[in-house]
């Protein structure tokens, strides 16, 4: 894994000046591989602690995350023996993906004591284990019995013994810097100062990240520098895991949407077959006329007439019920007429209004494939509860609950774009936030957020369009794209029509700009 122990090593360096002295204020634990601590020294900050086998990691963060109903037993674990104590020491043994936060507080007599919080990143053996001030387990995240490593098994009562040393070369370095040392040729960039560095790929999608410059790739990725160490794991693991979270989490709703989205498509498809037969609505009528020319030599009784067709030339064999009067069958024929005229007409617009709703639905999907937070899930819930395609919880609560704001950056040029999260919000977003003059962006004939860039009456300049065309894209169905299509206009020619689903607008007077889709820097919540 790329956190190796050179990264972690530069990490520490970076984190420490804010960790020593600081007191554990909170602990929760959001996820079951996830422990954040809630610290108080000169600042307020939140150590994420990741046991995860795929992301197992330290840093700051400043993600929001819900709490579970009830605590997990190992967060109420840690509550009970290092809540209110201060962080006094942070320790990582030579080469090892290992730190050791050294804690004093107080036992429930009031009297001090020291415990150890060992904190090991190790893919899939990652562990967290509060060793007591004589070094024994008090106990751990996971336990690892005889049978599971006969070599160091890691249970309450036994003494804490560091993992053991890997029997292989370039201790402590990735897969990643093993490589670029191949690569290079010389191990010399080592020594070099440590840099955050982010690898993505020219679309912007992160693919790693490292401590030094990755030069293996050449050209096929792009090394971008972070401000931080702490803040590129931030970046790199917490929204994409947040994301995976949410996604996860929104199958059922997705479920609910797609079924709604089949049985819509179902009813226009049937729905086209019968306006397909009320097409030959006109041949009724013609029936009607020529049994009507030819009354004077029919009969009740009659199963067929034979007359001269005086429309398409020829003769035309009408069948004829032989229950009704020669004046009865006409009327039957015109009759059917009638309802395939109606019909026809009551059909076109249902058909219209059934593709409306399967346009909506697949912009709901899409929205469902983009969300980031739980929060947001909620919002699309409410959403479809309010349209009728989702009932609502019996215990659902009836406070009014805050929405989420719309994502918010600032492009190059200092210019402010907003970007919708939901149907409801883009809305929201076109036509209450926006000003007429805003410009307003929307990736081309599919679904995706609407985007406002503020220009405060002045002419936008071509590079701030460029980069909100650029999130317009990536807040879509095109994120996956090399280019996209997206249309922008002032926001005065965007308009909603009367009984439109939410975020379903018209637009004229537009332009068309090609972006590439790129994941955005930082957002800023409002």
């Not at 949407?257 to 049985?263: D, E, P, T």
Request: charged fraction near 30%; hydrophobic fraction near 35%.
């Amino acid at each position: 894994m790329p956190l190796d122990a050179k990264y972690l090593s530069a990490l520490l360096a970076e984190l420490t000046p804010e960790l020593i002295g600081a007191k554990i204020d909170k602990i929760r634990q959001p996820e079951r591989d996830e422990i954040i601590l809630a610290l108080r020294g000169d600042t307020r900050r939140n150590l994420l602690i990741s046991t995860g086998a795929a992301d197992a990691r330290l840093h700051f963060t400043d993600a929001e995350y819900e709490n579970p109903a009830a605590p997990p037993m190992f967060c109420m674990l840690l509550r009970k023996h290092i809540s209110g104590a201060r962080i006094t020491e942070v320790f990582q043994p030579e080469g090892e993906r290992a730190v050791i936060f050294s804690l004093a507080g107080f036992d429930t007599l009031g009297e001090p004591e020291e415990k150890r919080l060992a904190v090991e990143l190790m893919g899939r053996n990652s562990n967290i284990i509060l060793i007591d001030a004589e070094g024994i387990i008090i106990d751990c995240f996971r336990r690892v019995d005889t049978e599971m490593s006969p070599r160091r098994p890691v249970l309450p009562g036994l003494a804490y013994h560091l993992p053991p040393q890997p029997e292989r070369g370039n201790l402590g370095f990735s897969p990643l810097i093993a490589r670029e040392i191949e690569y290079r040729g010389s191990d010399a960039f080592l020594s070099q100062p440590p840099v955050p560095t982010l690898l993505r790929e020219p679309e912007g999608k992160l693919r790693d990240f490292a401590f030094c410059e990755i030069l293996q790739y050449e050209r096929a990725l792009e090394c971008v520098t972070e401000q931080s160490f702490s803040a590129l794991l931030e970046r790199f693991y917490t929204r994409r895991a947040a994301e995976e979270r949410s996604r996860s989490r929104s199958s059922a709703l997705v479920k609910t949407v797609k079924n709604a989205l089949s049985r819509a498509e179902r009813r226009v498809a049937s729905q086209r077959e019968e306006l397909a037969a009320a097409g030959n609505r006109e041949y009724a009528r013609e029936c009607g006329d020529i049994i009507t020319a030819n009354i004077h030599r029919m009969y009740k009784g009659d199963e067929i007439l034979v007359a001269e067709d005086f429309y398409n030339g020829g003769e035309r064999e009408i069948p004829l019920d032989i229950r009704k009067t020669p004046q009865a069958n006409a009327a039957k024929y015109y009759k059917d007429y009638t309802r395939a005229k109606n019909a026809e007409r009551i059909l076109t617009e249902q058909i219209a209004a059934g593709e409306r709703e399967a346009d909506y639905l697949q912009s709901v999907v899409a929205e469902l494939n983009l969300i980031a937070t739980e929060r947001e899930l909620d919002d699309i819930r409410r959403e479809l509860i309010g349209s009728g395609y989702v009932k609502p919880e019996k215990t659902q609560s009836r406070q009014k609950v805050k929405p989420t704001a719309p994502r918010r950056f600032t492009s190059t040029g200092g210019a402010e774009i907003l970007v919708g999260r939901n149907n409801t919000q883009n809305d929201e977003l076109t036509f209450k936030a926006a000003f007429k003059t805003d410009i307003w962006l929307h990736v081309k004939a599919r679904h995706g957020s609407h985007v406002i860039l503020r220009t405060g009456g002045n002419a936008p300049a071509d590079a701030d369009i460029a980069e909100a065309a650029s999130l317009a894209a990536y807040y879509s169905e095109a994120r996956e794209d090399t280019r996209a299509a997206v249309d922008y206009c002032p926001v005065k020619y965007v308009k909603k029509t009367p009984g439109a689903k939410p975020g379903m607008v018209i637009y004229t007077d537009y332009k068309t700009v090609a972006a590439a889709p790129r994941e955005p820097e930082q957002s800023t919540h409002g």
